[in-house]
């Protein structure tokens, strides 16, 4: 186990005050939380449900509303330009949805936002010559998913996660953790080893941790969403 005096990682103890929010949707919302979890520059991710008109909506009652992450990244570091084109570079916004509760959307939080949204879109539709289903959305609300959605391969590793449940005792508190979303990132397969390496002693991890983490990073495991 850690060492209970650590209160927190490392690395989450380093993130900057000032942060920006990015709200996308695209398909099942357990390998976009990993993918953009795996970016230096961003600082935590949640998933979630929005887009929708009924209050509250849970996995089972979704109505409306579609499968969303929403991750807070640091200016200093990225902006939100960049996460557009990740966006539209990790799934197939070209390809008409066959459920509106997995479609591609952007939910913009500023009018620079959806100016750059708008553009982003645009410019895909004339280089692929294609439609794009995308919708761009104003943000409204965002209602957390319930906690076996968040951090979802973490989460599938109990002693990675008890570990982390000793400085973070719920799963809504490790939504916020920069640590806990990097390392679903890495188990998702996403990131490189070297970077692994590089990063590894930030995350707050003991060294049965950091092995458990090591040899589940080095092959990917795709993980479908029920339907």
Request: net charge neutral.
């Amino acid at each position: 186990m850690p060492d209970k005096r650590l209160i927190k990682p490392p690395l989450d103890l380093a993130a900057p005050e000032q942060t920006v929010m990015a709200t996308f949707s695209m398909g099942c919302f357990w390998s976009p939380d990993a993918l953009f979890g795996s970016v230096e520059a961003v600082v935590r991710t949640r998933v979630g449900y929005a887009g929708g008109t009924s209050a509250n909506p849970t996995y089972w009652t979704l109505a409306d509303h579609i499968e969303t992450l929403q991750l807070e990244y640091d200016p200093a570091k990225t902006n939100y330009s960049e996460l557009l084109q990740l966006f539209f570079s990790s799934h197939k916004a070209t390809r008409a949805p066959w459920k509106r509760q997995y479609m591609s959307a952007m939910f913009y939080h500023n009018p620079e936002q959806e100016q750059q949204a708008r553009q982003a879109k645009a410019h895909l539709m004339k280089t692929t010559g294609e439609k794009v289903f995308t919708e761009i959305y104003p943000f409204e609300k965002f209602y957390l998913a319930e906690d076996r959605h968040q951090k979802y391969k973490l989460q599938r590793l109990p002693a990675l996660l008890e570990e982390f449940l000793e400085m973070y005792p719920t799963i809504t508190d490790l939504t916020h953790s920069t640590a806990a979303a990097r390392i679903n990132g890495y188990l998702y397969g996403y990131g490189n080893l070297q970077n692994l390496a590089h990063e590894i002693d930030r995350f707050g991890l003991s060294p049965a941790g950091q092995k458990i983490l090591f040899d589940n990073a080095k092959a990917r495991r795709t993980i479908r969403c029920s339907s």
